[in-house]
């Protein structure tokens, strides 16, 4: 594939796992799986078009409100993730990084991001951001703790610093943010971040995305005008 100039950074709000294992007349547990062996092929599409950031929007803040079921099983794809495809994440070039609250994770998920960032830490063909326990407003007041607690006073915040002190940052703000499954909002992802970003809503559940849908996006993001306000 060609590098792609134009697009930097793409989110993914990963939604219809559920209601794709309803429609197939399956577990719920069993959408959560094709979930996130879509999520692993969305990865590898955005390397080979070139674009620097994929962020997916794996777990959020409100999930922790779920079924203890579902919840342990999320924890343990996660867990199964960080042992076991670490070493192909490693192979293809990918740094790999965690945002959100990760202090609310189970101890030994927290000790298997840690192995598998500093393991990734220098890769460079494609940064893959996993939103886990992430929530847009818990990551803005994270932010202004760090500098409340860092006394920097109130004439020195401006938005460029007030994005040095987010999970994200160093990074750009995503070109284009894709959801699935029919919802027409954000919930909560990425919400400082998505202030001039192009949004995506398609009817399709997430583990019926195809390569084809991620190439139709970017060609629509493409013919559209990004003004910026001017």
């Given at each position: 594939m060609k590098q792609n100039s134009q697009i930097r950074h793409i989110g993914i709000i990963m939604d219809g796992n559920r209601r794709w294992a309803k429609n197939q007349g399956l577990p719920a547990l069993i959408g959560h799986k094709?979930?996130?062996?879509?999520?692993?092929?969305?990865?590898?599409?955005?390397?080979?078009?070139?674009?620097?950031?994929?962020?997916?929007?794996?777990?959020?803040s409100e999930n922790w409100n779920r079924s203890k079921e579902e919840v342990n099983y999320l924890m343990n794809l996660f867990r199964r993730a960080l042992k076991n495809e670490i070493a192909e994440i490693h192979k293809n070039g990918i740094k790999m990084k965690v945002i959100g609250q990760k202090e609310k994770l189970p101890e030994d998920i927290q000790d298997l991001i840690k192995r598998a960032e500093e393991k990734t830490k220098?890769?460079?063909?494609?940064?893959?951001?996993?939103?886990?326990?992430?929530?847009?407003?818990?990551?803005?007041?994270?932010?202004?703790?760090?500098?409340?607690?860092?006394?920097?006073?109130?004439?020195?915040?401006?938005?460029?610093?007030?994005?040095?002190?987010?999970?994200?940052k160093g990074q750009p703000d995503p070109d284009i943010i894709i959801r699935t499954s029919g919802e027409q909002r954000l919930s909560n992802f990425l919400t400082w971040q998505s202030a001039y970003t192009e949004l995506f809503f398609i009817k399709k559940h997430w583990p019926d995305f195809e390569e084809k849908d991620l190439d139709e996006i970017i060609k629509e993001y493409s013919e559209r005008q990004r003004r910026f306000g001017k």
């Open positions: 094709k979930g996130y062996e879509k999520m692993k092929a969305a990865g590898k599409w955005c390397a080979d078009r070139g674009i620097g950031i994929l962020t997916v929007y794996a777990f959020s220098a890769n460079k063909k494609l940064l893959f951001n996993i939103a886990i326990s992430y929530g847009g407003r818990p990551e803005i007041v994270s932010a202004i703790k760090k500098m409340i607690a860092e006394k920097i006073p109130a004439s020195k915040i401006t938005e460029d610093l007030v994005a040095k002190y987010l999970w994200t």
